[in-house]
């Protein structure tokens, strides 16, 4: 069956403009998780969703930073006035389950965000 | 804060050789731990797990080692193959939360 699907791929913005990176989950998984990965470091957790709701929030870095998953199912991760230093990669991952921790994670290819 | 530490960023094997990589956590409360496989443009893809109450977990070449008193895991790669070339992250978890280390990247000599 199809992946978790991000788009766009690639996204090249000015410092100080808004973007909007999406995510598709897998069909029927409830949990969605965003992380995003900098130059040489690994993932770093930003925000959780259970269904339509955020369950967890505390990775997001500032209030620069918000996403939404209205319907439960698509998630759309939003960034205000871009910075240079949220250039990185913005990967999407989605579980079956509600959320635990061995609930496999499966990540989309993400989008790398570069702020000029 | 870097609770999941992988020190070394690269590792060359030949092929049919034995690959292992090493992962140190600081935060006692993980009891569940990931190691995912990452190729060039794509998200990671879950490898192979373990659980804090086991030490051991196999899954054909890949076996994944847990030393809880030392914090320390461990992936051993037997025999090595040339697509298992790419970039490994160690993970680990209390809850849905994954805290990453940096990545070993891994390559695969003919």
């Known amino acids: 069956g199809a992946g978790v699907s991000q788009t766009p791929s690639n996204k090249v913005t000015e410092k100080g403009k808004y973007v909007e990176l999406r995510c598709d989950p897998i069909?029927?998984?409830?949990?969605l998780y965003w992380y995003r990965q900098s130059l040489g470091q690994g993932p770093e957790f930003l925000i959780y969703?259970?269904?339509?709701?955020?369950?967890?929030d505390s990775g997001l870095p500032n209030d620069r930073f918000f996403a939404v998953r209205p319907e439960g199912s698509v998630s759309t991760l939003k960034i205000q006035r871009t910075e240079r230093g949220d250039s990185a990669v913005y990967l999407c991952?989605?579980?079956?389950?509600?959320?635990?921790?061995?609930?496999?994670?499966?990540f989309g290819p993400g989008t790398r965000l570069t702020v000029l | 804060d870097q609770q999941v530490k992988q020190n070394s960023p690269s590792l060359s094997v030949q092929e049919g050789r034995i690959s292992i990589l090493n992962c140190d956590y600081t935060?006692?409360?993980?009891?569940?731990f990931l190691w995912y496989k990452k190729y060039p443009a794509e998200g990671p893809t879950f490898l192979i797990s373990?659980?804090?109450?086991?030490d051991k977990n196999e899954d054909g070449r890949f076996t994944v080692f847990l030393n809880k008193s030392a914090k320390h895991l461990s992936l051993h790669i037997v025999p090595s193959q040339p697509g298992d070339s790419a970039v490994y992250f160690c993970?680990?978890?209390?809850?849905?939360?994954?805290?990453f280390g940096a990545g070993t990247t891994v390559t695969v000599r003919a």
């Open positions: 069909s029927g998984h409830t949990a």
């Open positions: 993970a680990a978890s209390n809850d849905y939360k994954l805290s």
């Open positions: 373990i659980s804090s109450i086991k």
């Open positions: 969703f259970q269904g339509t709701g955020a369950a967890d």
């Open positions: 935060n006692s409360m993980f009891d569940y």
């Open positions: 991952a989605s579980s079956s389950l509600a959320g635990a921790a061995t609930d496999t994670q499966y």
